[in-house]
């Protein structure tokens, strides 16, 4: 049968906690991704590429929505995304898509962990999937659920057999334009056991071999996972190549638009109790790479770029008008050079474990907390903290921390400004923002200049 359109496949392929330099276009030795490197490298290839919540749920609404979890009203994990928002799904549907949904979901409720009633599926069509995969699922162990809400038990590793899943998809649709989304959970942690399972074989390659600094400097669990988490993060960029060649023997590879992103990272146990939730780069920097269309040849853009900005990118690369209500903005045009009115800045939000804020430029990075940690009420607060800001061209994995530095009160001034205006631009209440005890710091002095940057 003929292919009906000429309209682009979307297909995203979107891992769990996963670091941006556990690829080798990001500087790792390991040759773990030489997948993802040659899509990065053939496609565009997001350079600075940041989560706007390094939270499994959060993250996942700002990607279905486009929009900011505070607005999504996602702020925390086990808030169901209401069925009164407008998903990827919906406006592909619109646009005479068909919609597949493959994976973990993590957008229904707390302590719903398998099935997904259908109008909780946020538009999508076809369904194989579980609410929290992570617990109906381990390494060798998937059950997904249909339409039907009936459990469907695959087999191999769980990547193989969500691989296999959407390859299958894949083929079943070729005829007319589809959209899929593939929600992994690798290399996120197998939360019973508290270990990153790879596959059989595969932690042995890696434990012991070359770590991130800021995880070489801080410790928490690195040398007890390391290996673990790096054999995920390999399978799953195999199981991006058996993709690729799928696409190509299809005759589906230049016309399918194939995102591949994450929605956080991950920094074992080094910022805080467990592996996510601070706006530390570990957390919040991931890997980003689109391929095919017009993608194609785009290059390594330099300019910031948040998740929140890839539903727009998705839907404009399509040829589907992108919804105002969207807060983020294409990249697209960047791939053209149009980089007039980028924003020099990303915005991060907060909610879970601490309720926090954080600007970065391509040097600063500043950071604040709502007073009461841990216990702080609600998406946001009427006052916060100071409690980091970091030069990152000197310290590239924030291990010197310069809040409060007489030498840097002009930097911390111009973030504090940047962070208020962001706030505000994505619906928030500009609050009151309380100073960090200020520290002598000899002669070092900040230009204003620098403080811009």
């Known amino acids: 049968m003929a292919r009906t359109s000429d309209r682009p496949n979307v297909i995203v392929f979107f891992t769990d906690q996963q670091r941006w330099d556990t690829t080798g276009v990001h500087g790792n030795p390991l040759e773990l991704t030489p997948n993802f490197d040659r899509m990065a490298q053939h496609g565009t290839h997001a350079y600075h590429s940041f989560t706007c919540q390094p939270v499994c749920g959060p993250a996942r609404s700002c990607l279905q929505t486009g929009l900011y979890a505070t607005e999504t009203g996602c702020h925390r994990n086990g808030i169901p995304l209401s069925s009164d928002l407008r998903t990827l799904a919906h406006h592909f549907r619109e646009n005479d898509y068909t919609t597949g949904y493959i994976g973990k979901w993590h957008l229904y409720g707390r302590g719903v962990l398998g099935p997904v009633p259908e109008s909780e599926r946020g538009g999508y069509e076809y369904w194989l999937a579980s609410n929290v995969l992570e617990f109906t699922s381990d390494a060798y162990h998937t059950v997904l659920y249909n339409n039907d809400n009936q459990p469907v038990t695959l087999p191999g590793y769980r990547v193989d057999a969500v691989t296999d899943a959407m390859i299958r998809y894949i083929d079943a649709n070729q005829d007319d334009p589809f959209y899929l989304f593939t929600s992994y959970i690798e290399p ?72 591949f992103t994450s929605d956080h990272g991950c920094h074992f146990k080094t910022r805080n109790a467990e592996y996510k939730r601070s706006c530390h780069e570990s957390s919040i920097r991931t890997p980003t790479a689109l391929h095919g269309a017009d993608f194609n040849g785009g290059g390594q853009l330099q300019q910031l770029v948040s998740l929140v900005d890839l539903p727009p990118t998705l839907l404009d690369a399509a040829g589907i008008p992108v919804p105002g209500e969207m807060q983020g903005r294409s990249i697209l045009p960047l791939t053209r050079g149009e980089t007039e009115g980028w924003p020099e800045e990303v915005f991060v939000q907060v909610s879970e474990s601490q309720v926090g804020r954080a600007v970065r430029t391509h040097r600063w990075k500043y950071g604040v907390t709502a007073p009461g940690g841990r216990g702080a009420p609600g998406a946001g607060s009427d006052v916060y903290v100071e409690e980091y800001l970091y030069d990152l061209q000197a310290d590239p994995y924030e291990l010197a921390n310069l809040v409060g530095r007489e030498s840097h009160q002009e930097v911390a001034a111009v973030m504090q400004e940047r962070l208020l205006r962001r706030m505000v631009e994505a619906g928030e209440t500009a609050p009151t923002i309380e100073a960090a005890p200020t520290e002598a710091s000899g002669q070092r002095r900040v230009s204003p200049e620098e403080a811009r940057a």
């Open 188 to 259: 996120h942690h197998q939360n019973h056991l508290d270990d990153y399972p790879p596959p059989d074989g595969y932690r042995e390659r890696y434990t012991g071999r070359w770590i991130p600094p800021d995880l070489a400097a801080l410790g928490g669990s690195t040398q007890q996972h390391i290996g673990g988490y790096y054999g995920m993060v390999k399978r799953l960029d195999e199981a991006l190549g058996r993709v690729l060649d799928a696409l190509k023997s299809l005759n589906l590879l230049d016309n399918t638009i194939l995102l």
